[in-house]
């Protein structure tokens, strides 16, 4: 089964460590995120885990077979930020072919660019020029182009940040679905606890760097470990629909 | 990036979207590019044909035909006083062209350019101190002006990127450490002006105005092995380079190495730069406005546009030549003189116009 394993990783930037000894696995068909409050290193864990950031510890991952998985295995779904860019929508979900482009376009890479779109219902978006795109749309090509690749290991940094709550639950489910289909690793740093509790199966709470908890849902999400760690009064319940649901209520320094 | 409308994306390609769209968007590129190609060989032709005396395009023709080793007179003068001139212009805009537009794609600026950013004041630079040294390389005198020009734009050009290095290459602190260069080596370009004799001091203006009376087969040859091999180490790198035009995070998102991919290219561009100036002197708004040109017509797939760039080098650089030999009949104007002339109004209208938005 493919994994993703990360020992004792640890990343320091400037003179500031970020991450200290994280400790986690990941497995193949499963959806896992990565919690916590803001600077608590989310970002930098799936930099690290791209070889973006120099890191100390290990980061391997093995594909069904056993066999060590290059990095072009990788998609990574960087935070959405303003830049201008000229290029078309389906140009920049090409993108995510880049190491399998020559210099002729062929058919099949173009059908999977046009398929990616048109999974998330951007086809009247392809020759728009990505720049003159709201956020939301910009966050869904870059989503496409981080899942035209078909990646063995699939990394999310915030994918529903710009998105209307339509949007975020077909952005989730088509995440989950590729997870299961292809037998992805798929982890997604999300700041809605109650879409993780929904989505994922697996969830890593850090804070100040430091693993706090991990396991499934219902294990991580326990309120009183969520009040500690977010320095907020939370209820954690369940929904009519039985979906675990994570309300803020105030925070803990008001009292 | 100044916000240039993409002349591929008009309302009815965007409301139609779907199959075989990027096809088509491909296949319009292609034949921008070839309309490109053929206005270049047009602006050739007309080059060649101009001069102090005027000779025909259909004996332009005829005297490329015969070759070099024909006897009319009219081949005397193609084959021996314009081809070469003209050819040298064609190649040394290329290569002003495809620098220009690297810049721009590597430090996300449409005003980056040789120029602006003091790679070409560098060459000026190294060139003016190869010229009041007297200093030749082998014996090849020759050799001695290109190889300092392009040393003095590769250590700009190093100086640019390792300041860029301290502040993780932020594109902003990447253009003021240009500006930086840019007045540095302008500085020493005066101190070697001051220091040198009448003779060298008349050697160096006249080549830091930009002129291509001195151009000739060797300055086409070498000029033009530079930019072959800047094409050839660029071509393999149109998708990293587009990746990166689409933002450096998301360059490394996608695996790219954007540091190892900056060095490398502002290395070439260092090449370039130098291959481009060291005979005919700095020319400049060519690297400024080929690279919009093309922007404006291909969008940002490397793949066209940096080619692009390289022809609009060629053709803006002949255009120029010809107005250079027309303006003053009898006399040619340096061709520095012509490029600034034209470049001026068009970085006022980025500036100021309303496609800057």
């Given at each position: 089964m493919t994994s993703l394993s990360i020992e004792n990783l640890s990343v320091t930037v400037g003179r500031k460590p970020?991450?200290?000894k994280v400790d986690a696995t990941f497995h193949g068909g499963e959806f896992s995120a990565i919690l916590g409050p803001n600077g608590a290193g989310k970002t930098t864990l799936l930099k690290a885990m791209m070889g973006i950031l120099p890191y100390k510890g290990s980061v391997l991952s093995r594909g069904k077979d056993g066999q060590v998985l290059s990095l072009k295995s990788f998609s990574y779904l960087c935070q959405l930020n303003k830049f201008s860019s000229q290029l078309t929508a389906i140009e920049m979900v090409l993108l995510g072919l880049v190491h399998q482009l020559s210099w002729n376009i062929t058919s099949e890479q173009e059908q999977k660019a046009e398929t990616a779109l048109k999974d998330l219902g951007l086809t009247h978006l392809a020759a728009r020029q990505f720049s003159q795109l709201s956020g939301g749309q910009q966050q869904l090509v870059l989503l496409a182009q981080a899942l035209v690749s078909e990646p063995e290991v699939l990394l999310l940094d915030e994918?529903?940040?710009?998105?209307d709550l339509k949007h975020q639950v077909q952005v989730l489910d088509l995440a989950r679905k590729h997870t299961r289909t292809n037998n992805t690793i798929t982890i997604a740093v999300l700041h809605d606890l109650s879409l993780a509790a929904r989505y994922c199966e697996y969830l890593l709470l850090l804070d100040d760097g430091v693993v706090q908890h991990s396991g499934k849902p219902d294990d991580v999400l326990d309120s009183e470990k969520l009040s500690r760690i977010y320095q907020v009064h939370v209820d954690v319940g369940c929904c009519s629909h039985g979906h675990t649901h994570v309300t803020p209520v105030r925070p803990l320094d008001t009292e | 990036m100044a916000e240039v409308?993409?002349?591929?994306?008009p309302p009815e390609l965007r409301a139609e979207g779907g199959s075989g769209i990027y096809q088509r968007m491909q296949k319009k590129r292609v034949k921008i590019l070839l309309a490109t190609l053929l206005a270049v060989g047009a602006f050739v032709l007309f080059d060649i044909a101009t001069g102090s005396s005027w000779i025909g395009i259909d004996q332009v023709a005829e005297a490329l035909i015969e070759g070099?080793?024909?006897?009319?007179l009219s081949t005397t003068i193609v084959w021996q006083l314009r081809l070469p001139v003209t050819l040298t212009c064609l190649v040394v805009g290329g290569s002003l062209g495809l620098a220009g537009g690297l810049m721009q794609t590597l430090l996300?600026?449409?005003?980056?350019s040789p120029y602006t950013l003091g790679v070409s004041a560098a060459a000026g630079f190294g060139a003016a101190l190869a010229l009041l040294s007297g200093y030749s390389l082998f014996g090849l005198s020759w050799l001695a002006v290109p190889l300092a020009a392009f040393v003095s734009s590769g250590l700009a050009s190093m100086a640019i990127y390792m300041i860029g290095c301290t502040r993780n290459m932020d594109t902003k602190v990447l253009i003021l450490a240009g500006i930086v260069v840019l007045f540095f080596f302008q500085a020493l370009q005066s101190l070697v002006q001051y220091l040198a004799s009448p003779e060298v001091l008349q050697q160096i203006v006249f080549w830091l105005f930009g002129?291509?009376?001195?151009?000739?087969w060797l300055s086409f040859f070498v000029s033009g092995v530079i930019l072959l091999a800047g094409l050839v180490i660029t071509l393999p790198k149109v998708w990293a380079l587009t990746a990166l035009s689409s933002g450096e995070e998301r360059a490394q998102a996608l695996g790219i190495n954007t540091r190892r991919l900056r060095l490398q290219m502002f290395l070439l561009c260092s090449l370039l730069t130098a291959g481009a100036v060291s005979f005919v002197g700095t020319i400049g708004f060519i690297g400024l406005v080929a690279p919009h040109l093309a922007r404006m017509l291909v969008g940002e797939d490397q793949r066209f546009y940096l080619p692009l760039a390289t022809f609009m080098g060629g053709l803006l650089l002949c255009a120029s030549s010809l107005v250079a030999k027309l303006i003053v009949p009898g006399t040619i104007i340096p061709i520095g003189i012509v490029t600034s002339l034209v470049g001026v109004p068009f970085l006022l209208y980025l500036l100021v116009g309303k496609r800057l938005s």
């Open positions: 970020v991450l200290k994918p529903t940040s710009a998105l | 409308v993409n002349a591929l994306s070099p080793s024909g006897e009319s996300a600026n449409p005003l980056a002129n291509l009376l001195k151009a000739s």
